[in-house]
């Protein structure tokens, strides 16, 4: 008798402008939700005050991404803003196979991606209360220069239009609300 093969799980890319609050929504599935796995992107960039490598991202340089694309290993990739950002392919489909929910927190570009290559993931976009809320928070940051935040609006803008090619559209006005819906809708 062989032992029954656990259901694969299913994906759900979440994403949004910068600035919308998508890492402290994923800080949120983690702690209220651990049976959620979430995917930890590579990107070219430097770590952020507070960011963990490993954990928030791993970084790395622009050489090792070079790598990581020719061998085929990231499931998707975009530049933005001057850095690249991209998921590893292996532990995603690893933690599907094995039947455990998988969310990935990624651009616009790679969503779209990952809608061509896995046309049943569930796509989730993440939408500011209002504009005026996102500008707020992307030039209070103080992380970026002011042609870097520029960009940024420049591109949440064409994000903001795109929302309709998503499935869900959530409004981060509340985190915990935000996280305990995603979770809904993931599990």
């Not at 049976?35 to 622009?62: C, K, L, M, N």
Request: charged share 30%.
């Amino acid at each position: 008798m062989s032992a029954a093969r656990p259901t694969p799980g299913r994906l759900t890319v979440l994403s949004g402008p910068s600035g919308v609050g998508k890492g402290t929504v994923i800080e949120a599935i983690r702690r209220k939700y651990p049976e959620i796995w979430v995917s930890v992107s590579v990107t070219t960039r430097s770590a952020r005050r507070g960011e963990i490598p490993g954990q928030t991202y791993h970084f790395i340089d622009g050489l090792d991404f070079d790598d990581l694309i020719a061998r085929g290993e990231l499931l998707e990739w975009a530049a933005y803003t001057g850095r690249r950002y991209g998921t590893p392919r292996v532990p995603v489909e690893e933690m599907l196979a094995s039947g455990r929910p998988a969310l990935l927190e990624i651009d616009l570009d790679g969503a779209r991606q990952i809608r061509h290559e896995l046309r049943d993931t569930q796509l989730v976009f993440l939408a500011p209360p209002t504009w005026e809320e996102l500008v707020r928070r992307l030039t209070g940051r103080g992380s970026d220069s002011d042609e870097q935040v520029a960009k940024r609006l420049a591109r949440a803008r064409d994000e903001m239009d795109a929302a309709a090619e998503f499935d869900v559209v959530l409004v981060n006005d509340d985190v915990d609300r935000v996280a305990d819906e995603l979770a809904k809708l993931i599990l």
